[in-house]
């Protein structure tokens, strides 16, 4: 392609900062970011409270975060954050050792065989699963692989047939009795449906084992993760700051028509004129937000292609919510909840986050999912009551909400539509009416798939 190509990016959040980053060392400088926030990071946001950044958004990343430390290269920063810990409680507040067998004695035939399990399942992944951990989801639903290594941060292309790769389509519950590896969910649930990623009976195993690839959740296992002192937002400050074109904020976009191979934006009542277009902000969005946010089918001269596969997208409510305590009532240390991470228990409180281990006064920030497919959305409002009277019963009772946040979170698509193919239609279409698509529901929703799917789009298309 041209270098001189005009191309508009649309989000500044990881997978728009990043896609500006990757252009830029491959030599296309002629880009614009537009940002409809006054600030970057998209859902990574670290507001700051008595003088320290807390996590609204991303907390963590693992080492295997190959993007991310592009960027932190690229910067010249690291991950300096607080190490993270946690321990468990059961849903009536106790304190409770669910993986040590010392203290759950009549647990230990379970404990054992779920060792066993947890290492059959990392035999299955390496070899009759091959090729399940690229990144984006190109092939899986016709037992292909295609795409980049994540063995390394040499990313290496890689290709090849696997007709097992199907299986990944299923619910990720149905993949695990599939291979008789059920007990292995007790695990996977921890980084998984407490980060607000849904439930194992609804989420194709695909975007369960891409992101949580087996060394991500030994990773997990073994707190062996990333944080940032400044927050995961400052990341993203930081990139922002050393791009030749940082984004441009408060761009609100009004319209977008591609016609005669241009792509013609009106921002904030100014038509401007591109060669091509990367969308890495919501491409549909099901219901009306609050917070105004609209799928790129609302705003874009939508093709009828782009509608019907976009109408297929769902997301997941997860709400966060940032809580004082008196010092007295402060958790001494993160908790994960297990009993809360179910279908039944939606609503509740599955886990709540102390960032700062030398202080009592900063805020803790709690996390609940109120959405489950085929059952009414819990309402915002019980939800927040719910998660509050939780954390009375955890004898961590809030004094007061500083910061609240229903997001836009993890959009992807059903069992049916990911093994109709919906992922490679959507890829077939890349390029198609001068537009790609990249952000979340292209590969997965944390900061690193999203920075490493628009890394493989520039080298693919660019
Ligand atoms: C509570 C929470 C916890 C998380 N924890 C982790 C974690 O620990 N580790 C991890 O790796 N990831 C985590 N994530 C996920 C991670 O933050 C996201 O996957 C990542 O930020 C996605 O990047 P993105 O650029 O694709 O999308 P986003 O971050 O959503 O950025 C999209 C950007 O597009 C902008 N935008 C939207 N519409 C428009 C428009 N019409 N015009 C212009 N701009 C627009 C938005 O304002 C936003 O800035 C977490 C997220 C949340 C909310």
Redesign the pocket.
């Known amino acids: 392609m041209d270098k001189n190509v005009r191309i508009c990016i649309?989000?500044?959040?990881?997978?728009?900062l990043s896609a500006g980053m990757y252009l830029e060392q491959k030599g296309y400088e002629n880009y614009t970011i537009?940002?409809?926030?006054d600030r970057?990071?998209?859902?990574?946001w670290s507001p700051t409270y008595n003088g320290r950044r807390y996590e609204?958004?991303?907390?963590?990343?693992v080492p295997s975060y190959y993007a991310v430390h592009d960027v932190e290269e690229f910067c010249g920063i690291t991950h300096d954050g607080p190490k993270l810990n946690r321990n468990y409680k059961n849903k009536e507040g106790k304190v409770i050792e669910p993986f040590e067998p010392k203290k759950n004695i009549l647990k230990i035939p379970r404990l054992l065989r779920m060792k066993k399990q947890v290492k059959k399942l990392g035999e299955l992944l390496e070899t009759k699963y091959k090729g399940y951990d690229l990144n984006g989801h190109r092939g899986v639903a016709e037992g292909r692989y295609e795409g980049f290594s994540q063995a390394s941060a040499k990313r290496e292309p890689v290709k090849g047939e696997n007709p097992n790769l199907k299986d990944l389509c299923l619910p990720f519950k149905e993949f695990c009795k599939l291979n008789g590896v059920d007990l292995i969910q007790d695990i996977w649930i921890g980084p998984f449906t407490s980060?607000?990623y849904g439930y194992f009976d609804e989420i194709p195993a695909a975007y369960v084992l891409k992101y949580l690839d087996f060394q991500t959740c030994m990773n997990f296992v073994k707190i062996n993760l990333w944080t940032w002192k400044n927050g995961?937002q400052y990341i993203w400050e930081q990139l922002n700051d050393h791009l030749k074109h940082p984004a441009r904020l408060n761009?609100k976009?009004e319209k977008v028509e591609r016609k005669d191979g241009k792509v013609f934006v009106t921002v904030n009542g100014a038509v401007e004129e591109y060669d091509k277009i990367i969308v890495?902000?919501?491409l549909y969005i099901p219901n009306k937000r609050t917070d105004g946010?609209?799928g790129m089918v609302d705003?874009f001269d939508a093709r009828e292609d782009e509608k019907a596969l976009f109408s297929k997208i769902d997301y997941e409510r997860?709400d966060?919510l940032a809580v004082e305590t008196k010092p007295e009532d402060h958790p001494e240390i993160s908790y994960y909840v297990f009993e809360n991470m179910t279908p039944e228990t939606m609503g509740h409180l599955m886990v709540y986050y102390r960032r700062w281990k030398d202080t009592k006064d900063q805020v803790i920030t709690t996390?609940a999912l109120r959405k489950h497919k085929g059952t009414p959305e819990i309402p915002y409002e019980a939800c927040k009551k719910t998660v509050l009277e939780d954390l009375k019963i955890m004898k961590n009772p809030a004094s007061n909400v500083v910061n609240e946040w229903s997001?836009y979170?993890f959009p992807h698509v059903f069992s049916e539509d990911y093994a109709a193919g919906w992922y490679d239609k959507v890829e077939a279409m890349q390029g198609k009416y001068d537009t790609f698509y990249a952000?979340?529901i292209m590969s997965f929703?944390?900061?690193?798939e999203?920075a490493e799917y628009s890394r493989e789009l520039v080298e693919r298309f660019f």
């Open positions: 649309v989000g500044g959040g990881p997978a728009g537009l940002e409809r926030l970057v990071g998209g859902k990574c609204m958004g991303a907390i963590m990343g980060f607000g995961t761009s976009i890495t902000a919501p946010q609209v705003y997860y966060v996390y997001v979170y952000g979340e929703g944390d900061m690193d999203t």
